[in-house]
């Protein structure tokens, strides 16, 4: 008997109407894509170890899914590493691929690859899965779709604006009105630690205050402190912990604030830019706040930093980011590529959407029309108009063998199907077809010549 | 400097065009599928070693991508195992996950795992990378996607019908008139063996049978001789290697040879029936034929096998391919569930439409309209009307810097926009806009309050 099977931890399978309500967030996300002339690339699951290693840090290192050299992977193993039995000198022997960590540094390494080919400025958008051997935890997976847009080779802050614009295109679209999308800009988190006198603590600085939503403004001030940012440059940032008022209010008071400092300036204009660009061309639905507390942890940015919160009342943590890095493709040889994108969290969107009731119904549907089987006779009948059903584009299906009548309702039942047609000896006889409403429950009958007024009445639905 | 970026043998990165069409591809399948009432499931791209090992073959086990444990993997070796220096004891032992090698397995494995919310007969479809560790070649690669279709949990041959007609729909809407479905019969096949009296040799017999197309009649003459097949038996089967005249004058000389084989008979039933039907049912552009000599390798198919072969006049080998499997769930304990399904060749099938010049040009066309940037004031403009344009549905885009402007028409024409749009400063102060047909090389002037005019002008295109 064999094993009870079962996923790797950290795993998912996706079943019918799990793939179904995937594919409608994935395909709004891919139309606004689309419309906003980016274009799609794909790029192999796996990279060579080097692409990817040292690209994400130690931590990332860690998490990264190393494959197995095919075949006799001992052989490349001299006898001193072997008898040294040391961990990552045998894995840069025995492994010499990896699987894919994020989106990022693959497209940066394709860029590369393909820069005669490619006519910047590139728009590229990708939705593709990735790998991480993190700690499987709610909403946390070791699989898992990343949905990427960026620029690459514009400098230009129209590319800002756009995405502010993207993200509000993709969340009306998907019904979820009122997102907040916070936007901060690295220029002015250098210009606060520069004002503060903590220039060379930045990294230690933003990183704190990054965590001011979830540690509060004591345990930020006290990670300021352990990292040796004296008391008196935390006073001088505490106001910016809570900031108020709207955003160009904000941003006068940051405008004062950062006016002895060139970086700080200069993002506060940018800033200004964006806020005044975006306001002009309007919004559908979202909400674009300033957030100067916002760093998103990653040290590559360098311009604007983006991140998209679900609706007031749903507590999900963040549902979109991104920002501006100046130096894409420099790991790989190619340097002053600017860079910007945002990305788009499936998983999160998916629950948000779930949690507040926002997929279509129809989704659950994926058979229109069935046709129950009453023997060999009558099914071939039932075929033919199946046939002249799906070759008008319906989805539609015969039951495959003539069980129960009782039963084949029931199927037609669980899979949430509206129209069950039934072609008995009678009908047969009468060369017709009856059609069950099963919402209404009400029947009609058609002559089998006729199919096409049941598809019209199908079509006027 | 960094070195120069690579990526693995066997692998490839797809272009915004390659994409396209490859998604034009699966578009269409998908579109059957769902037509068809198959619904789609995805699995996790890497399954527990023990779900797929062994159920390949020796080759297979080689062929399978081992996934290394994360983190200190050698913490599981004990002393002993370590000095032998074995490579398949130490595997087993550094490595628990593997990537997928089909989809076939993990969807047994997914019938088993969900068994009991399964509303059966299981009509599943499922579009996903598979990688094998195969020396790469021209059209072999180590990392590609397959496109299933598959039945569960039904018997009825109405289910080979269907899967005839599925093919021709989607060769049909590719535009791939003329495919040649063959197909078969695992019965057929074991009651020829037996008529010959070489029913224990049936494996050989089929694996050598198989390779006609390859090795011609006289290497399959000497192969079935070297695995010991006798003279007398191969001068009887031999006749089938040039079988003509029409499908059903095959059939009754099958009908014929047969009589005396119990399997052999119900082969030729089966096939007789699959064919009546098919027949009334009529084909819209797809061939139907027998081919006996079609076994495709796979031992575990038990009834039809089926197989697509291109147009005559490519020469492409099999497009698609698939068959019945009377036990497809056994293997991971639940006995006794029949399977039946197909699968679409999506590289070979894009090798075809190549070929043959059957993609559809606007595949390539990325971008519907591009509008230049004169300036920050009309750059302005320009992008309150591609936001307009946009939110309207068309892919549209402004150029994101003032750049020279026969750098930005260069950029036009190679990401082929059919509409370019001319806001100069001449346009900004009459309040118009200049909208550029590239392929007649007209032009003409709307004010920018009537955008609308422009668009319904698009949509009548």
């Given at each position: 008997m064999a094993k009870k099977p079962s996923i790797p931890k950290g795993t998912r399978d996706f079943t019918p109407t799990e793939v179904a309500k995937r594919n409608y967030i994935v395909d709004i996300v891919k139309k606004h894509f689309e419309i906003f002339g980016f274009q799609p690339i794909e790029t192999p699951s796996f990279e060579n170890s080097d692409t990817l290693m040292g690209k994400y840090g130690d931590e990332g290192d860690r998490l990264i899914f190393k494959i197995l050299n095919s075949g006799?992977?001992?052989?490349?193993?001299d006898e001193a590493t072997y008898a040294r039995r040391d961990t990552s000198a045998l894995t840069t022997k025995i492994s010499e691929k990896a699987l894919r960590y994020d989106l990022t540094v693959p497209f940066a390494r394709y860029v590369v690859m393909n820069q005669n080919d490619i006519d910047f400025p590139f728009k590229r958008y990708q939705i593709q899965p990735v790998w991480r051997a993190d700690r499987p935890q709610k909403g946390r997976f070791r699989e898992f779709y990343q949905c990427d847009a960026d620029v690459v080779g514009a400098d230009s802050l129209l590319q800002e604006v756009e995405f502010v614009q993207l993200y509000d295109a993709v969340f009306s679209d998907l019904g979820l009105d009122g997102v907040n999308i916070k936007i901060n800009n690295r220029k002015i988190l250098a210009g606060i630690a520069e004002a503060i006198g903590a220039k060379d603590l930045l990294v230690d600085f933003t990183v704190a205050l990054d965590k001011l939503d979830k540690i509060g403004a004591d345990g930020v001030k006290k990670e300021m402190s352990d990292k040796g940012i004296s008391e008196e440059s935390i006073a001088k940032v505490e106001p910016l912990f809570s900031l108020t008022g709207s955003n160009s209010e904000q941003l006068s008071v940051l405008k004062n604030l950062l006016s002895n400092s060139v970086d700080g300036s200069k993002g506060v204009e940018e800033l200004t830019y964006i806020f005044e660009t975006v306001e002009a061309l309007g919004l559908k639905s979202a909400e674009l706040s300033i957030d100067v507390t916002l760093a998103r942890g990653l040290n590559y940015y360098t311009g604007a930093i983006l991140e998209v919160e679900a609706p007031s009342g749903v507590d999900m943590g963040s549902i979109g980011g991104g920002g501006r890095y100046d130096d894409l493709t420099g790991i790989f040889g190619l340097p002053d590529v600017s860079g910007v994108g945002i990305s788009f969290g499936l998983d999160r969107i998916y629950l948000v959407l779930e949690e507040l009731g926002r997929f279509p119904e129809t989704l659950e549907q994926s058979l229109e029309i069935l046709c129950l089987n009453f023997g060999d006779k009558e099914a071939m009948a039932a075929l033919r108009l199946v046939s002249q059903l799906r070759e008008a584009g319906f989805k539609a299906d015969l039951y495959p063998s003539d069980a129960k009548i009782q039963k084949q309702f029931k199927y037609a039942n669980k899979r949430n199907v509206p129209y069950v047609i039934l072609i008995g000896e009678k009908e047969l006889a009468e060369e017709s077809f009856v059609v069950k409403d099963m919402e209404s429950g009400s029947q009609d009958t058609y002559a089998l010549k006729n199919w096409d007024d049941f598809m019209q009445h199908l079509k006027q639905k």
């Open positions: 006799d992977f001992l052989r490349k193993v």
